[in-house]
């Protein structure tokens, strides 16, 4: 066992982590979800049992400090390293240099640090993180902008996936602006983008292209449904949603939710899988199961909202969508891919399985907890149950990405 344990050890390499883009981006997602979470449980903690912990109020506020983060920081991560792997693949090119996609985690994973460092009280680190994370992005823009313009025909979820990453980037510099002296409104409206403007468009993009995909190569018989209109419908009312959100036009959100709700079952309808399918499938659909229940909470805040004044379900519908939808299909996604790309079976290994279903208490606690009388004691149960959903996941994943390839093959 110890000459075993020897080698095993002899066999991790750190440099194996800029072998491909994956490899750098999953492992420096997996380390910023960690330090973002731990910092934000810490903060909640102190805010509902300060006998407890204290910890000081950061500036900017700490609630849009997490939106930030988890948007343009933890989750860009995993996005940057599944669209500089999967762009050249899409269009027929060469593999992305190390050169072209070194900067980005440098960029983003910097951020992240400097800005939690200035919530911990470093001041100069909430703009030295903004600064940052926007170079790291605009390179990651500039570089998949590049492809885009060498392919000769027309990949039309990837002109998708790069609207929402140029989104993503006016989002950011509205932070930016923010943080350089701007009013809040331009807070607000990084939040929003970040949410309507970048990730829900780009998760709604891998979905409709990946999932029909995936399961017709592992499905008997299943025929792939993926038309371009439903992606187009779906990309305008979630715009349309946006605007109404940046203009406080809280009353009419109902008008793009219904609508995006009727997208969202369609899309489980014609997508799911009939029969026999292997778990790393399923829980794809497991994970896009969340996003009608998502539009449902959303059409029903509106309307409610239309004829009473009150948002009775508070921030339930924003986490069915960000802990529900995102979280599950992100974990979901990133062990396919990490299986797959380290020439492993295509299987759910028990951490991902342990991942995944304590997620899913994870979204239905947040959600529960807007509408219970002390909401902050469940924040508190929520955050930590992130932790402790993710560690041994995060831990295998890590593991992975600084050995090579049990196939033997380069990646």
């Known amino acids: 066992m110890g000459e075993a344990a020897s080698q095993a050890r002899a066999n991790l390499s750190p440099r194996l982590l800029l072998q491909a883009p994956h490899r750098m981006m999953f492992f420096i997602g997996a380390g910023n979800l960690l330090l973002a979470m731990a910092w934000w449980a810490a903060w909640l903690v102190s805010a509902r049992w300060s006998e407890w912990l204290r910890m000081p109020q950061p500036t900017p506020y700490a609630g849009w400090l997490h939106a930030i983060v988890m948007q343009y920081q933890v989750l860009a991560s995993f996005v940057f390293g599944f669209l500089l792997t999967v762009f050249p693949r899409w269009m027929g090119l060469?593999?992305?240099?190390?050169?072209?996609?070194?900067?980005?985690?440098?960029?983003?994973?910097?951020?992240?640090?400097?800005?939690?460092?200035?919530?911990?009280?470093?001041?100069?680190?909430?703009?030295?993180?903004?600064?940052?994370?926007?170079?790291?992005?605009?390179?990651?823009?500039?570089?998949?902008?590049?492809?885009?313009?060498?392919?000769?025909?027309?990949t039309w979820h990837a002109r998708s996936c790069l609207a929402a990453l140029t989104l993503g980037a006016v989002g950011l510099g509205a932070w930016t602006a923010f943080v350089l002296g701007a009013s809040p409104i331009w807070a607000f409206v990084a939040i929003k983008i970040g949410t309507f403007g970048f990730l829900l468009p780009m998760y709604l993009t891998v979905a409709h292209r990946m999932f029909p995909f995936f399961a017709s190569n592992a499905v008997a018989g299943y025929v792939p449904w993926r038309p371009l209109w439903l992606l187009a419908t779906a990309w305008m009312f979630v715009a349309l949603h946006l605007g109404l959100e940046l203009?406080?036009?809280?009353?009419?959100?109902?008008?793009?939710?219904?609508?995006?709700?009727?997208?969202?079952?369609?899309?489980?309808?014609?997508w799911w899988p009939i029969g026999p399918q292997p778990a790393l499938l399923r829980v794809l659909f497991i994970g896009l199961a969340w996003l009608p229940i998502t539009f449902i909470?959303?059409?029903?805040?509106?309307?409610?909202?239309?004829?009473?004044?009150?948002?009775?379900?508070?921030?339930?519908?924003?986490?069915?969508?960000?802990?529900?939808?995102?979280?599950?299909?992100?974990?979901?996604?990133?062990?396919?891919?990490?299986?797959?790309?380290?020439?492993?079976?295509?299987?759910?290994?028990?951490?991902?399985?342990?991942?995944?279903?304590?997620?899913?208490?994870?979204?239905?606690?947040?959600?529960?907890?807007?509408?219970?009388?002390?909401?902050?004691?469940?924040?508190?149960?929520?955050?930590?149950?992130?932790?402790?959903?993710?560690?041994p996941w995060i831990a295998r994943l890590g593991r992975i990405y600084v050995t090579a390839r049990i196939d033997g093959k380069p990646g």
Not at 126 to 133: D, F, K, Q
Not at 255 to 269: E, F, K, Y
Not at 297 to 326: D, M, N
Not at 357 to 380: F, K, N
């Open 94 to 154: 060469p593999d992305l240099r190390r050169a072209r996609y070194i900067p980005v985690g440098v960029g983003v994973f910097g951020g992240q640090f400097a800005t939690l460092l200035g919530a911990c009280g470093w001041s100069p680190g909430i703009v030295v993180g903004a600064a940052l994370t926007l170079a790291g992005w605009t390179w990651a823009l500039a570089n998949l902008a590049w492809l885009v313009k060498r392919e000769r025909g027309t």
């Open 247 to 270: 203009l406080h036009a809280y009353a009419w959100l109902w008008i793009a939710d219904l609508p995006l709700l009727a997208c969202a079952v369609v899309m489980c309808v014609r």
């Open 297 to 391: 909470l959303y059409s029903a805040q509106s309307l409610v909202y239309a004829t009473t004044g009150e948002f009775t379900l508070g921030r339930a519908p924003a986490h069915a969508l960000f802990i529900g939808f995102f979280g599950s299909v992100l974990v979901a996604m990133v062990t396919r891919v990490t299986q797959g790309h380290s020439g492993r079976p295509l299987q759910m290994p028990a951490a991902a399985w342990f991942a995944y279903g304590t997620l899913q208490l994870v979204a239905i606690v947040r959600v529960y907890s807007e509408l219970d009388a002390d909401p902050m004691r469940w924040h508190v149960v929520a955050a930590i149950g992130w932790i402790v959903a993710l560690v």
